[in-house]
């Protein structure tokens, strides 16, 4: 597998960015500094925060809830 190059993503500073966090989710150990969602989150720099009940299966098992959070995330 080849690894993608983001660098030019991560320069987007003026681009806004959100994290969209499901509670329930345990596919990405919470507190792993170097996989969990927080460190996933961290390279984003500035970023909106948007939580919702629900596991990493939420898009089938909530999919309203998860269309209503992405537009949220989406709303600038």
């Known amino acids: 597998m080849e690894k993608l190059d983001l660098t030019k993503f991560y320069a987007l500073t003026g681009v806004p960015r959100s994290y969209v966090l499901c509670g329930e989710d345990s596919a990405l150990p919470p ?6 969602y927080l460190a996933n989150a961290r390279r984003l720099g500035t970023f909106r925060l948007v939580t919702l ?11 309203a809830l998860l269309a209503s959070k992405l537009a949220l995330a989406g709303r600038d």
């Open 31 to 36: 507190g792993d500094p170097e996989h969990g």
């Open 53 to 63: 009940e629900g596991s990493h299966e939420v898009m089938f098992t909530g999919p």
